[in-house]
């Protein structure tokens, strides 16, 4: 099936997962470690939310989510740490996940609705914003891309980089 001259189309939520997690984590890991909460004077950085999505697999639901530049406090083998999170589904805790930012759930639904809290010293907080399955594992999302050869900068208008 061919995603339509409109439209992009995510092929995989693992793809997806590594998108969202390393995303918004562009930094070299030292300034992870050292990164400071947006907002702080002479340093801009995006306001991102916990940016939770969930996608039907045909082992369950998949859930990934952002580990926020704030919460990174250093690095092993097998990426950054940090913040423990807490998983819920249907309002009830399925586990709490300590070294990643994604979880399977295998006994999900596409109608079943999700939430992930941050644990900071085994208090929660910083809860996301509901999520529910993509139905699939991927997500159509639509472009509006301009007429050929027209850009808001007008026809024929070339952005090159320095």
């Known amino acids: 099936m061919n995603p339509s001259r409109n439209s992009a189309r995510l092929?995989?939520?693992?793809?997806?997962g590594l998108a969202l997690t390393f995303g918004c984590l562009s930094a070299p890991a030292s300034a992870?470690?050292?990164s400071p909460?947006?907002?702080?004077?002479g340093i801009q950085l995006d306001h991102l939310d916990r940016g939770l999505v969930a996608a039907k697999t045909s082992e369950g639901v998949f859930?990934?989510?952002?580990?926020l530049g704030h919460e990174a406090t250093g690095s092993s083998a097998t990426g950054l740490t940090g913040t423990d999170f807490n998983v819920y589904r249907d309002g009830q805790k399925l586990a709490t996940v300590t070294d990643?930012?994604?979880f399977l759930d295998p006994a999900g639904t596409t109608a079943s609705e999700y939430q992930v809290r941050a644990v900071v010293g085994?208090?929660?907080?910083?809860?996301?914003a509901s999520a529910t399955s993509w139905g699939g594992n991927f997500k159509d999302i639509p472009l509006?891309?301009?007429a050929d050869g027209v850009t808001p900068h007008g026809p024929g208008v070339h952005l090159h980089r320095k």
């Not at 859930?63 to 580990?67: E, I, N, V, Y």
């Not at 208090?123 to 996301?128: A, G, K, N, Q, T």
Request: proline share 9%; charged share 30%; no cysteine.
């Open 11 to 16: 092929l995989s939520a693992g793809a997806l």
């Open 32 to 34: 992870v470690e050292r």
């Open 37 to 41: 909460k947006p907002g702080t004077p």
């Open 63 to 67: 859930l990934s989510w952002r580990l």
């Open 100 to 102: 990643s930012t994604n």
């Open 122 to 128: 085994g208090v929660e907080l910083d809860r996301s």
């Open 144 to 146: 509006k891309k301009p």
